[in-house]
């Protein structure tokens, strides 16, 4: 996806690694789909390419149930009793 955006603008590897402040290996091993790129690589490249309002878009069904399912109902309020002193 970063590859293919890059070279839509016609931006050389350096001119974006240059634009999102990282460093060219760093963008190669981005490109190449490494897991040990920080997320803040990640997020500058994205945010150079336009690409970060995307991120909004994504659904995880899994994250979705486990929030779901820890979600804490309101409490109902307690009866108050006349007599109480």
């Given at each position: 996806?970063?590859?293919?955006?890059?070279?839509?603008?016609?931006?050389?590897?350096?001119?974006?690694?240059?634009?999102?402040?990282?460093?060219?290996?760093?963008?190669?091993?981005?490109?190449?789909?490494?897991?040990?790129?920080?997320?803040g690589g990640w997020?500058?490249?994205?945010?150079?390419?336009?690409?970060?309002?995307?991120?909004?878009?994504?659904?995880d069904p899994a994250?979705?149930?486990v929030l779901d399912?820890?979600?804490?109902?309101?409490?109902?309020?307690?009866?108050?009793?006349?007599?109480?002193?």
């Amino acid at each position: 996806m970063v590859r293919q955006a890059r070279l839509a603008r016609a931006w050389t590897q350096q001119a974006l690694a240059e634009r999102a402040r990282i460093s060219l290996a760093t963008l190669k091993r981005l490109e190449g789909g490494a897991v040990e790129v920080s997320l803040g690589g990640w997020l500058s490249v994205l945010e150079c390419l336009g690409l970060l309002p995307l991120l909004g878009e994504l659904r995880d069904p899994a994250s979705a149930a486990v929030l779901d399912a820890t979600r804490t109902q309101r409490a109902r309020p307690r009866k108050r009793d006349d007599l109480d002193f």
